[in-house]
């Protein structure tokens, strides 16, 4: 594998993982610097990979804290494990806030309706509710949840692709510079 070929492998696990398909790099863990100054983590679900765009998608709940965080600071870190093909890729990039309502609702109506539960619910993400059913849609109360749906692109700025295969580790780092992903090998 030479570092043209470790680029390539990596967007094509970040297509697969934004795919309709569940692979290994589907769910990601995300990372904010939290209004506190503390690092805050959490799961994302990727919904969008664009090679020319250098950029990831993903959605949250408007009324979450992590859209607070980036507001203050756009800087984000994601990573994702394939522990069956002993590889990981960590990301960083700038995140923002998808202002276009044409774009938003294209990928509204694409979602599950499982999925779209989460964003009519009564209380904000991390309110805290006496008992579990309290943080549930009340009976005949429907909403459409669109108004707390937020679409956030990740601007990329750094890549890294790590293989742990036995006996034949390897670690590429691709940084955005003048228009083009530079890459090198890096000790794993």
């Known amino acids: 594998m030479d570092l043209s070929d470790a680029l390539s492998t990596l967007w094509a696990a970040l297509h697969l993982g934004a795919s309709p398909a569940r692979s290994p790099f589907t769910i990601w863990q995300c990372a904010t ?6 690092p805050q983590l959490r799961s994302i679900v990727l919904r969008g990979a664009d090679e020319a765009a250098r950029t990831l998608s993903f959605h949250t709940d408007l009324r979450s804290p992590k859209i607070a965080e980036i507001a203050a600071d756009d ?4 990573v994702a494990v394939d522990l069956d093909s002993y590889r990981q890729l960590r990301l960083s990039g700038r995140a923002r806030m998808v202002g276009d309502a044409g774009r938003r ?3 509204w109506s694409a979602a599950r309706p499982h999925t779209l539960i989460l964003y009519q619910t009564p209380h904000a993400p991390g309110t805290p509710i006496a008992a579990p ?9 429907a909403v459409s949840g669109f108004a707390n749906f937020a679409l956030i692109d990740v601007e990329l700025q750094q890549l890294e692709l790590l293989d742990l295969t036995p006996d034949h580790h390897r670690r590429a780092l691709f940084q955005w510079q003048q228009g083009q992903w530079r890459g090198q090998w890096i000790a794993p």
């Open 133 to 141: 059913e309290d943080g549930h849609v009340p009976a005949g109360e």
């Open 75 to 78: 800087r984000v870190a994601l």
């Open 105 to 107: 609702q294209a990928v």
């Open 33 to 38: 610097r939290g209004l506190d100054g503390a």
